[in-house]
């Protein structure tokens, strides 16, 4: 029971991360209706900007967190403007990949940046290598600090996309952009928030997973499993997001004990595949009909 404790607990913490990336996937598409595969590098580079706050220039972990939320928020706004903005309105296969050489970009900048590089590097947290025993299971304080900071975080974007003007003008945006223009909502301005919104938590996953995984230049392929997470919960669904990443985070943790070695890594798309066979929208994604 308390191995099964362990590996619950494991999994839901994971399943925050997919789920904070796969929220930033889900803002943006029912903003835009675009893709964003950069999301799980713009994670990356939030790591690194926490790590370079807290172990370079000797800043308190909430205040590092801060400062590359912030940045990152500031960076998303700009690659919005810059880049993707240009080539809205053309075939979604050039905005896709618009975004995927974004993500190769940052990579590579990343590795020729001093002091970041192609290093594996240690993010200090101020609860790293405490344990809280739990029904005879030795839970990771890092662990219970995930939950508890994504339960936070998810909890500050409802009551802001629910009670104000700017979330309420967001979800108008999200759900038909043409009304929402003729109402006197800047929807371009909003765009460029929410770009701005989703690199912020991008960057807040970042270094929440940093304690497990460490900063390096390849975070951001967890983006690929986030991707999943996504799906199953039903692309344009928020609440779907969250529920999809715990459930491919409870998956990977228990395939990963309980089943041969190989199927941890392949789990999320076994997943994906029956619930799209199942239901195509995924779990909370609602039906469209359009005619032809």
Not at 64 to 92: C, D, H, K, N, T
Not at 177 to 193: D, S
Not at 207 to 212: D, E, N, S, T
Not at 258 to 272: M, S, T, W
Request: glycine residues 14%; positive net charge; aromatic residues 12%.
């Amino acid at each position: 029971m308390a191995q099964f404790l362990q590996l619950a607990f494991s999994g839901i913490a994971l399943g925050c991360i997919y789920a904070l990336v796969a929220l930033g996937f889900v803002l943006i598409y029912k903003a835009t209706e675009t893709v964003n595969f950069a999301q799980g590098d713009l994670m990356m580079l939030g790591g690194f900007f926490g790590y370079t706050a807290a172990a370079l220039m000797g800043w308190p972990y909430w205040a590092g967190m801060v400062f590359a939320i912030l940045v990152m928020a500031v960076f998303g706004m700009v690659v919005e403007r810059v880049v993707l903005r240009p080539v809205l309105g053309q075939p979604q296969f050039t905005v896709v990949m618009v975004t995927v050489g974004v993500g190769y970009v940052m990579r590579g900048v990343v590795t020729m940046v001093p002091g970041w590089g192609t290093e594996t590097l240690r993010l200090p947290t101020p609860f790293a290598e405490k344990v809280i025993n739990v029904g005879g299971a030795a839970l990771a304080l890092d662990q219970i600090m995930i939950i508890v900071l994504t339960a936070g975080l998810c909890l500050l974007l409802f009551l802001f996309f629910r009670f104000t003007r700017l979330g309420i003008a967001m979800q108008a945006t999200s759900q038909n952009q043409l009304a929402a223009y003729y109402m006197g909502i800047p929807v371009r301005r909003v765009n460029t928030l929410i770009w701005g919104i989703s690199a912020g938590v991008a960057a807040f996953a970042g270094i929440l997973l940093a304690p497990i995984t460490f900063v390096h230049s390849n975070m951001g392929f967890l983006g690929l499993k986030a991707f999943p997470a996504a799906v199953v919960g039903g692309f344009g669904s928020v609440p779907g997001a969250i529920v999809g990443g715990l459930v491919i985070g409870l998956v990977e943790s228990f395939a990963g004990f309980y089943l041969p070695e190989g199927f941890k890594d392949i789990a999320a798309y076994i997943v994906v595949l029956a619930v799209l066979m199942i239901r195509p929208s995924g779990l909370f994604g609602g039906k469209t009909r359009k005619k032809v």
